[in-house]
């Protein structure tokens, strides 16, 4: 548990999880990598993708998906 996933869009926001927030193990939900809204595909303004955590839409979500990266803490 001594890291994060740093989640990045294309216009420089950027959102950070602790691996606590998205092991299924501590969790009763699952990230969400999604490509379409209600069975149409994202508009070019959104991005391809985005990083969704059901039940916590709107600031911890990442639209425009650029990267994912996973950072493990020094102990």
Do not use: C
């Amino acid at each position: 548990m001594a890291g994060y996933v740093l989640a990045e869009a294309t216009d420089g926001y950027q959102v950070v999880f602790s691996l606590g927030e998205l092991d299924a193990a501590f969790i009763d939900n699952e990230m969400l990598l999604a490509d379409t809204a209600n069975g149409n595909l994202y508009l070019e303004h959104k991005g391809v993708f985005a990083w969704l955590l059901p039940g916590q839409l709107g600031a911890r979500s990442v639209r425009m998906l650029a990267r994912l990266q996973v950072v493990q803490l020094r102990k």
